[in-house]
T-cell receptor
Framework: GAVVSQHPSRVICKSGTSVKIECRSLDFQATTMFWYRQFPKQSLMLMAT?????????EQGVEKDKFLINHASLTLSTLTVTSAHPEDSSFYICSASSGNTEAFFGQGTRLTVV | AQSVTQLGSHLSVSEGALVLLRCNYS??????LFWYVQYPNQGLQLLLKYTTGATLVKGINGFEAEFKKSETSFHLTKPSAHMSDAAEYFC????????????FGKGTRLSVIA
């Protein structure tokens, strides 16, 4: 199957700083990328949907000014957690789709804010 | 709106025993259904999917699932559990293929006892 690479796999940051997570489709052009958040022992919750070259569509309750999503190319989307706080600590997972096939998931990023 | 219900947050089986993970969905349109497996601190791996056609779907690692429209179910089975099957399993639904996000169930943690 197609490969989606997410980086970094783990990151620890201080409260108040910003963290950028990258999601790359390595062998296909991703017209749509999705960002999910997973709290411990819970399911994945969709945060936002991004289409290449367009502004991301955020789910209700997700602060777009806090979770900045950029999808500037067909192979790269980034999620920036701005002014991170301990409650932002979570597992973030991206998925990417070329349209006709199912979306493929990245390996996830474990964010810990101290 | 779509939703997924996974019965049981935790299932424990003996090695060699039948694995049955239950999933019921709600969808106002013909659903696309998926089963994913997640190992600790990793992303999601697709086990199998149903889009159209044959209702019995065979996936990787010996898993299969049957789409039953009348029961709105998509239960996952494996005839004989292996220790390596211990993981978190998520059922998910969408109403199209790649360009629509997935709605996940809460997950079922499978433990395999030697």
């Amino acid at each position: 199957g197609a490969v989606v690479s997410q980086h970094p796999s783990r990151v620890i940051c201080k409260s108040g700083t910003s963290v950028k997570i990258e999601c790359r489709s390595l062998d296909f052009q991703a017209t749509t990328m999705f960002w999910y958040r997973q709290f411990p022992k819970q399911s994945l919750m969709l945060m936002a949907t991004s289409n290449e070259g367009s502004k991301a569509t955020y789910e209700q309750g997700v602060e777009k000014d806090k979770f900045l999503i950029n999808h500037a190319s067909l192979t790269l989307s980034t999620l920036t957690v701005t002014s991170a706080h301990p409650e932002d600590s979570s597992f973030y997972i991206c998925s990417a789709s070329s349209g006709n096939t199912e979306a493929f998931f990245g390996q996830g990023t474990r964010l810990t804010v101290v | 709106a779509q939703s997924v219900t996974q019965l049981g947050s935790h299932l424990s089986v003996s090695e060699g025993a039948l694995v049955l993970l239950r999933c019921n969905y709600s969808s106002s349109v013909p659903p696309y259904l998926f089963w994913y497996v997640q190992y600790p601190n990793q992303g999601l791996q697709l086990l199998l999917k149903y889009t159209t056609g044959a209702t019995l779907v065979k996936g990787i690692n010996g898993f299969e699932a049957e789409f039953k429209k009348s029961e709105t179910s998509f239960h996952l089975t494996k005839p004989s559990a292996h220790m390596s099957d211990a993981a978190e399993y998520f059922c998910a639904v969408s109403y199209l293929s790649g360009n629509t996000p997935l709605v996940f169930g809460k997950g079922t943690r499978l433990s395999v006892i030697a």
